[in-house]
């Protein structure tokens, strides 16, 4: 009679298989965790780059505009005043704070000092908000004005002073923010 000799075959017994899988899913689950993350935070960085690139225009617009016009000095409260160099255009600013939800920088061109605001044009693109928007202008009275050109406290080269705080709605927990202050000189010269 011949015997049979019964070779054993090697294999993954349950146990092991289980844990196989167990060390694998958790495996996949850092992977995952690690891909969200760097992409959550990539996500936020694009967003912070364009809020950057919105002040940075906002800040070269209103430079340019201070540095090319009059400082208007008789301008309503909380309103930037500019007036063109021929004095037949007047440039206001503002900032409409009146709704907590959307809150936006204007600029208005008008014929006429103080004719309203009928044409407000966005100085930042639509999904950025305006928190704060500040500016005080030194002197405070004008030193053009032929009453104030004996006195030596005002006879100074208007400077403007800005300050604001914009932010996005980003997909993190937290919004996207800058903040800028800065001192501009009118380059306007009588």
Known sequence: MKQVVKKSRKAFTLIE?????????????????????????????????GL????????????????????????????????????????T?????EEETVSKLAYDKSGVPLAGYENPVL?????????????????????????NRGINEVQFQPIVTVDFSIYSKANSREDARVNLHTSITSRFYQ
Request: proline share 4%; charged share 15%.
């Open 123 to 147: 100085l930042h693109s639509a999904n950025v908000q305006v928190s704060y928007f500040n500016f005080s202008i030194f002197p405070g009275v004008n030193p053009y004005d032929p009453e």
């Open 52 to 91: 950057i690139m919105d002040a940075e225009s906002l800040m070269d617009t209103l430079s340019e505009a201070i540095q090319e016009n009059k400082i208007f000095y008789d301008c309503d409260s909380g309103v930037l005043c500019l007036v063109s160099p021929d004095g037949e255009n007047l440039y």
């Open 93 to 97: 600013y503002t900032w409409d704070a």
């Open 17 to 49: 298989m289980i844990i196989a899988i167990t060390v694998f899913t958790i495996f996949i689950g850092f992977a995952i965790s690690s891909y969200l993350t760097f992409h959550r935070a990539d996500q936020e960085a694009l967003v912070t780059r």
